[in-house]
């Protein structure tokens, strides 16, 4: 098993364990204003964060939760490895010597920073925080950030099924519950339209490429190439397949025991656009078009989502 | 569930004589009749909605139907006779069909009408409906639910709502606007009121509303329209919209669906 998938999947076991003797108000803790699972973040790590160095050829992948941060941080160690004239998913893809770090940037404990200072380029990270909460080099420094958006519809269903199979997050007795909270800025990360409102005012800046979930489903291949142009990863028609191969829906769910261990199961579900008619409530359905049409529609990203043919019945 | 012998009713022996009231609305048994029976009396005996309070207006009125109190009973009743049921027109006695009778339908639009009859059968305890409410639409959608199919029902009495003995009347007007259809009620049923009876009696249906729909003490107000909306996920009124356009396709009737 790569080293870096033992961590991750190591971290996450760790942080369910701990979940698990917790009551459901300990499950998140609030830093500045905003809510986060108390097992994978700290405010040590908030702290350090702030401090945090980054490179010019860091690549960052930023996304609200639930908008398909695995699946392209799949694609995008790919072509990470592609650049370095590895093969993905074969074992020298893996830096044996280097102790890879949870690839989630403000997740673990506050000594990881310093512990990335000394990985080698190019490092790659994401991360689920607004853009005034993430350390302020990065937009010095100008590294390349991919924002990942997805439709709320999709998001908050995806979200409801999440947090109650995974015992880091509080669990919901009802949809409706859930809703509310989504509603009323009760989610860990935070507000999906505030999240959304901030990230706008970046989405003009060079450094930063806007892509959405719907986008990439429905043409990996484009996307693919897109992205590996964005970071300047030349890309051979092999492989570009062996990429889309690996980032099918199918092939990570099937390898997902390796990748993600026993995560997979809680994080590869449907993969799919949606899904929301199946859970929303035609009343549900008026207040998120209404919220939309206020705080998002107008803005760049809010344009960037076809909200009109993702989450219109 | 027992009720009477159709060949009952459609023999010559249980003849519905002039001008009696036989009400019917289909599905939604509990709400939609319940509040039209309520209605219909104030209008009809001129009542005190007071004294109705006190009264059970279910068990005054009786089904048609339903065995108890039967239909040797309902033959001895004194005229004008009010009369509840739920049956579709082509199982009514023939005087309703020759004119002889007046017939007050109340139709309600079916999303309501389906969440309110989902919650009744769960609610009633000789059906303890188990089923998800999923289930239920599926079946209401399927016409396998008593009664039959709501859609030929409907549109059965839509056929006749120009008929001289027939008022047609919509459950949601009754909350747009109940002084027109106290009016219309009055005019249907020959009763005379002045302008000062008449707006008390507007009233009293006011409160009797109020009460029905708002009062917490019922189960999630289900008198209210557009009460489907917190309910209908979006792929179901999808499936359903579709299911209407089907069944009701040539039909000229409408319903508001939320005010």
Redesign the interface.
Known sequence: MEKSRKTFIGLIDEAIAAANSMRCDELLFSYKGILYPTTLCSPETFKALESFEARRDDVILAGYPKSGTNWLSQILTDLIAISQKKTPGSESSANAEEQEEFPYLEVGDAEKYERMSKLSSPRFMVTHLRPENLPISIFQNNAKILLLIRNPKDVATSFFHFSNRLATLPSYETWDDFFTNFMTKKMPWGCYFEYLSEWNKYAEKENIMTITYEEVKENPALSVKNIATFFGIPLTEEQLQLVLERSSFQSMKKNSDKTHGSFGNILFRKGGVSD????????Q??KMDKAFEEQIAGTKLGKKLKYDLYCK? | MHFVNLDDLCSPHFLVSKMEIVMFCQGNIYRGTGLLQEVVYLVSQGADPDEIGLMNIDEQLPVLEYPQPGLDIIKELTSPRLIKSHLPYRFLPSDLHNGNSKVIYMARNPKDLVVSYYQFHRSLRTMSYRGTFQEFCRRFMNDKLGYGSWFEHVQEFWEHHMDANVLFLKYEDMHKDLATMVEQLVRFLGVSYDKAQLESMVEHCHQLIDQCCNAEALPVGRGRVGL????????M??KFDLVYKQKMGKCDLTFDFYL
């Open positions: 929301w008619k199946n859970i929303f409530s035609e009343d359905n008026e019945a | 489907w909306k917190d309910i209908f996920t979006v792929s009124n999808e």
